[in-house]
């Protein structure tokens, strides 16, 4: 049997730990949520259902449409607070998993596939292929080997390790972001490279656009001659960034402004501002916190440069979305950073993490106008090649071809199954 037809569809995405309503630039919030708002949306408009589940954490209805076609289904699953920790939210995967099995069941609707997103919902997506026999495809968007191995403080724990190459080895597919990404999981996790799709991330050009530089800064109290460091992400160590407020003596006319993290009476956040501080840069270093989508093309249309220092990056959205608003980027070179960025093209790559050297390419941008024009105009030009609407168009061709494979050949290989009924959560009992 071949689909001749493949619209329309009813998709299952699981993002299980994270919410895509939260608040970007959280603890638990930031390029997943975007990936999976802006693919839902997108495979709305070329006519799927989308339903999004996540964890009830007290703050929205059970169901919340999102846009025409896509709702996100909030089903109960621990204690229903907002700040649970994200780690904290293994032990309740099973009450998730049985809360989503009884709401399909209580709604009378049949999923012809499912999309996971994290290690976390990729754990129940392995449940749902088997129990509803449909392809599960599966994005992780880090993966725990890797940051361990990025960073000496990492310390992810083995059961993640250990559900990341389970899922690995039983998804029909799992997309990675770049080939970077794509032969870590081959390497790390044994990952069949004919079950890898490397599809990249996209950016908004309705959103993320070049704005009128004096207003945005304007808006945001800068004036027109000062220099401006733009940082966005969540305030964890992996992100690096204090490698920033380390460079800053080197940047002596330079704001760095740190747009992202819920809670800046965290201690990290206060370790940064402590740190700034101790060497005499605490009024060159604005926390803006958590700042709305939105707005920050206005954040990256100010800047004169976005920095990411980063350990690890499985892709690096805050690269392409500044791009695209027209920033140059200095960014580390690990991960999928060098996918966007070329260096001294459209922005530096740095291959070794040093404030020196950060300081150097920064003012390097900031002293040479020219440099900058170019660099802006080069940025622009490598947004533009990346849209949400063509990641689409590779996911749903990738839906559609497993959904024939499968109607073809039916249930899954003996060793697949096998993999399927091994390793399973220490609280979980499915029938």
């Given at each position: ?22 608040r970007l630039g959280g603890h638990k919030t ?278 990411i220092p980063s350990f690890y990056e499985s ?92 109607a073809m050949q039916g249930c899954h290989g ?18």
């Amino acid at each position: 049997m071949y689909w001749i037809n493949p619209r329309p569809h009813r998709i299952a995405m699981i993002s299980a730990h994270t919410s895509p309503l939260g608040r970007l630039g959280g603890h638990k919030t930031g390029g997943l949520n975007v990936y999976v708002r802006e693919t839902a949306a997108e495979l709305a408009r070329r006519g799927h259902l989308v339903d999004i589940f996540t964890r009830d954490d007290g703050t929205q209805p059970e169901i919340v449409p999102f846009v025409p076609g896509v709702r996100t289904v909030h089903l109960p699953a621990g204690p229903r607070v907002p700040d649970l920790d994200k780690d904290a939210v293994w032990e309740y995967l099973p009450a998730f998993l049985h809360s989503l099995r009884a709401f399909r069941e209580r709604h009378g609707l049949r999923y012809d596939a499912i999309f996971s997103h994290y290690w976390m919902s990729g754990w129940a997506g392995t449940y749902l292929q088997r129990l509803w026999d449909v392809p599960h495809v599966t994005m992780f968007h880090t993966l725990g080997e890797a940051k361990n191995r990025a960073r000496a403080g990492e310390h992810e724990p083995p059961h993640r390790i250990h559900t990341e190459r389970r899922v690995v080895a039983t998804a029909d597919a799992v997309v990675a972001a770049t080939d970077h990404e794509r032969d870590l999981l081959c390497d790390l996790y044994d990952a069949e490279p004919a079950r890898v799709a490397t599809i990249p991330c996209g950016v908004n050009p309705a959103l993320f656009h070049a704005v009128n530089r004096d207003e945005a800064r304007m808006a945001l109290g800068f004036g027109a001659a000062e220099q401006m460091v733009l940082f966005v992400g969540r305030l964890e160590p992996l992100k690096g960034v204090d490698l920033l407020i380390d460079a800053l003596p080197d940047l002596p006319a330079v704001t760095l402004v740190i747009a992202g993290g819920d809670d800046l009476n965290s201690g990290y956040a206060r370790q940064l501002a402590d740190r700034a501080r101790a060497l005499g840069v605490a009024g060159r270093v604005r926390f803006e916190g958590a700042v709305p989508q939105d707005r920050l093309p206005q954040y990256y249309g100010a800047a004169d440069v976005c920095a990411i220092p980063s350990f690890y990056e499985s892709f690096g959205l805050v690269a392409l979305e500044a791009m695209a608003c027209g920033t140059p980027v200095v960014a580390t070179r690990v991960g999928g950073l060098t996918t966007t960025v070329r260096d001294g093209h459209n922005g530096f790559l740095i291959p070794w993490r040093t404030p020196q050297a950060f300081a150097g390419r920064i003012a390097e941008i900031l002293d040479d106008g020219a440099l900058h024009g170019r660099m802006s105009a080069a940025a622009r030009a490598t947004a533009a090649r990346f849209s949400w609407s063509r990641v689409t168009d590779e996911l749903e061709d990738l839906y559609v071809r497993l959904m024939e494979t499968r109607a073809m050949q039916g249930c899954h290989g003996a060793g697949r199954a096998a993999a399927l009924a091994s390793g399973e959560h220490p609280l979980c009992h499915i029938g």
